[in-house]
């Protein structure tokens, strides 16, 4: 079989076995999900969501609510980036979402994420 850059072919199974569509379906689902939860560490990305309208739509709020379950402690353990649960809470409230619109407020955040990594 020839592989295609760009696309994500199936790892097999312990057995060796091709990985069923639906089990890879899942696969992907979740390292989507989980890298896109980790984007909302940071504020310019934040930022972007923002400027291109996502932030006033109610199924991105639906959908930012859905991926809450990321606290629970069987898909906690894979977020690298903790800083983006926080956001996740924030991006949820009206205010914190109406100030992204702010560069000021963007520059505070960045100054901020990156003096408690200096410091943590």
């Known amino acids: 079989m020839q592989a295609h850059e760009g696309v994500i072919l199936p790892l097999p199974g312990a057995d060796g076995s091709a990985r069923s569509p639906e089990r890879y ?3 992907v689902r979740f390292q989507s999900e989980l890298e896109f939860v980790q984007c909302l560490a940071n504020p ?3 930022k972007e969501l923002y ?3 996502l932030l006033d ?3 991105m709020l639906n959908y930012l609510k ?3 379950y990321w ?6 353990r894979f977020i690298v980036y903790p800083t983006c649960l926080v956001y996740l809470t924030l991006i949820q409230q009206e ?3 109406s100030r992204l619109g702010d560069p000021a407020f963007i520059e505070e955040l960045r100054r901020l994420g990156t003096r408690h990594h ?3």
């Open 25 to 27: 379906g899942n696969i």
């Open 57 to 59: 739509n109610a199924e």
């Open 71 to 76: 606290r629970e402690p069987e898909y906690v």
């Open 66 to 68: 859905y991926l809450d």
């Open 95 to 97: 205010t914190f979402r």
């Open 44 to 46: 310019l990305y934040l």
């Open 118 to 120: 200096e410091t943590w």
């Open 51 to 53: 400027t291109q309208g």
